[in-house]
């Protein structure tokens, strides 16, 4: 059974940073790319960050270029975000998931982690 636990967010002020971690099960986590997404109350979950399947290639959404780094241990099956220069707008909870040459999803989501920025 595949699944995600997202882990690492919290509150913190403006400017701050935190360091989320995604431990994956499942299924062979070093096969397939993955991404961080976040959803903001009352909006749509979005891509947030890519790695490829060694981490070699990274990209990310414009909105956080620059103060999110993506990362990824295939030893231990887990991915992490660095976040670096909160802003309000990053509240969100952040999800992570598996996804095919397309960019699509492939997995049962996970709970995710809640990262609220306020001062």
């Known amino acids: 059974q595949v699944q995600f636990v997202e882990s690492g967010g919290g509150l913190v002020q403006p400017g701050g940073s935190l360091r989320l971690s995604c431990a994956a099960s499942?299924?062979?986590?070093?096969?397939?790319?993955m991404r961080w997404y976040r959803q903001a109350p009352g909006k749509e979950r979005e891509f947030v960050a890519h790695?490829?399947?060694?981490?070699?290639?990274?990209r990310y959404a414009d909105s956080v270029k620059g103060r999110f780094t993506i990362s990824r241990d295939n030893a231990k099956n887990t991915m992490y975000l660095q976040i670096a220069s909160l802003k309000a707008d990053d509240t969100a909870v952040y999800f992570c998931?598996?996804?095919?040459?397309?960019?699509?999803?492939?997995?049962?989501w996970g709970q995710g982690t809640q990262v609220t920025v306020s001062a």
């Open positions: 499942g299924f062979d986590f070093s096969t397939y790319a």
């Open positions: 998931n598996a996804v095919n040459t397309l960019g699509d999803h492939l997995f049962t």
């Open positions: 790695t490829s399947r060694f981490g070699g290639i990274t």
